[in-house]
């Protein structure tokens, strides 16, 4: 369920960002990540960006729950049917504000999102991760903010 304020601002050319930190159960309690959907005439698609961050432990990932993710977000969004969230690109975002440790530089991979047998349904062995001449094209076309911007105004600590 949504945990934080949310964001609904527009960013530019008509794309419009809602942003939130999303509260998730797991087996070591409420799991939380940073959801950031992006919508607008100048997308072709809506558009999921799910962040991991620094104040979730990493035994609870965000992206290693995508299809319960899903329901949750159909439920908080009131969307009738899956369609509007399969029809997204989704992607999963890393990097210095996901973890304590040095893993890097900022990262996007995508999330195959899709809607089998009646349930939310993320084969991992089709994600693949975002070159960085793609992923530069990804933040300038949805004017993507940097994440410890968006956490500081939604009250979160990164």
């Known amino acids: 369920m949504i945990v934080s304020r949310v964001i609904d601002e527009e960013t530019r050319d008509g794309v419009k960002m809602k942003a939130f930190v999303l509260g998730f159960p797991t087996f070591l309690g409420e799991g939380r990540g940073l959801v950031q959907i992006f919508t607008g005439r100048s997308l072709v698609r809506d558009v999921y960006i799910l962040t991991e961050i620094k104040s979730n432990p ?15 977000l159909q ?19 890393y990097g210095p504000f996901s973890y ?7 990262s996007f991979t995508t999330i195959p999102l899709g809607w089998e047998e009646g349930r939310f349904t993320d084969p991992i062995s089709d994600r693949r991760v975002v070159p960085e001449d793609e992923a530069e094209a990804l933040r300038k076309r949805l004017s993507l903010p940097p994440v410890e911007q968006v956490l500081e105004a939604l009250g979160e600590g990164s």
């Open 58 to 72: 990493m035994e609870t990932g965000l992206v290693t729950r995508v299809p319960e993710l899903a329901v949750i």
């Open 75 to 93: 439920q908080d969004l009131t969307l009738h049917g899956p369609e509007a969230l399969t029809a997204g690109e989704w992607y999963a975002h």
């Open 100 to 106: 304590y440790e040095d893993f890097g530089p900022a």
